[in-house]
C-alpha cells in the first residue's frame, strides 16, 4: 500500500507508532460513534484485525491514517470493506478523530482519495457509503463528492438504546471518472 496525496491532505498505511493515537480514537464512543453502534476493543485484538486487513476485503479495520500535508500527524482514519457475501460493492467509512480537524474539507478530500484509489486499483463498480439518517456530516460529506441517495433503510441500526433509520449512497465508476472535479 503507498501514500495517496492530496492539496491538503495524505492517505498513508497505519504504522506501528500510529497504533496507541488510533487506538485511543478508536475507543472513544463518542469520537468515532456519536451516530453508530459502539463496542469496546483491546488493543492486541485492534492491532491484530489492523495488521491483517490488508489480506481481508471484508475486514471493518481502520486501513488508512489521514494527516495534514503540511503537519504530519494522525486527524483521522478511514476505512472501506465488501459489507454482502453475494452482491459486489465496496462501502466506505472515514472518522476524523481530532475534532479540532473537523469541518475544514479533510474528510471530504480524505474519502475522494481513498475512492480514487479504490477505482484505480480493484475492479469495483459501485463505492457506497451508509450514513444514519441523523448524521449530516456524514452524508453531507460524500453528497459533495457527488455519491446519490440511493434509498433509506428503516429501523437497520440501534445504538443509543433505539433503532435508527440508515441512508444508503452510491457513486458508480462511471459517474466517478465523469463527476465535475474542482477547479
Ligand atoms: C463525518 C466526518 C468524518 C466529517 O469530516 P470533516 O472533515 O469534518 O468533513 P468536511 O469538513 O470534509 O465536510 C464535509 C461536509 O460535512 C459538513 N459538515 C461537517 N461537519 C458538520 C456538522 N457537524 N453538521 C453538519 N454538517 C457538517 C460540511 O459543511 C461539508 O458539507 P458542505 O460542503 O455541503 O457544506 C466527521 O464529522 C467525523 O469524524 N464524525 C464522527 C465519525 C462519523 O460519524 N463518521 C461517519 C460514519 S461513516
Do not use: Q
Not at 71 to 90: A, I, N, Q, R, S
Not at 138 to 163: D, I, K, P
Amino acid at each position: 500500500m503507498t501514500d495517496l496525496e492530496g492539496s491538503s491532505v495524505r492517505l498513508r498505511p497505519l504504522v506501528p507508532s500510529d497504533y496507541a493515537a488510533i487506538f485511543d480514537w478508536y475507543n472513544d464512543p463518542e469520537v468515532v460513534a456519536p451516530f453508530d453502534r459502539f463496542s469496546v476493543d483491546a488493543m492486541e485484538s485492534f492491532v491484530s484485525s489492523v495488521e491483517s486487513a490488508p489480506s481481508d476485503v471484508t475486514s471493518l479495520a481502520p486501513r488508512y491514517v489521514v494527516e495534514r500535508r503540511e503537519t504530519p500527524g494522525p486527524v483521522g482514519f478511514v476505512g472501506h470493506y465488501v459489507p454482502h457475501p453475494v452482491l459486489e460493492f465496496v462501502d466506505v467509512w472515514y472518522v476524523m478523530g481530532d475534532r479540532a480537524a473537523r469541518g475544514k474539507g479533510y474528510g471530504r478530500e480524505a474519502v475522494r482519495l481513498l475512492i480514487d484509489h479504490l477505482y484505480a486499483t480493484t475492479a469495483v463498480e459501485r463505492v457506497g457509503a451508509t450514513c444514519d439518517v441523523e448524521n449530516a456530516a456524514s452524508y453531507r460529506l460524500v453528497e459533495g463528492l457527488g455519491f446519490r441517495r440511493e434509498g433509506t433503510l428503516r429501523s437497520a441500526l440501534f445504538h443509543h438504546g433505539r433503532w435508527h433509520d440508515v441512508y444508503f449512497y452510491g457513486v458508480t465508476r462511471a459517474e466517478w471518472k465523469d463527476r465535475p472535479r474542482p477547479a
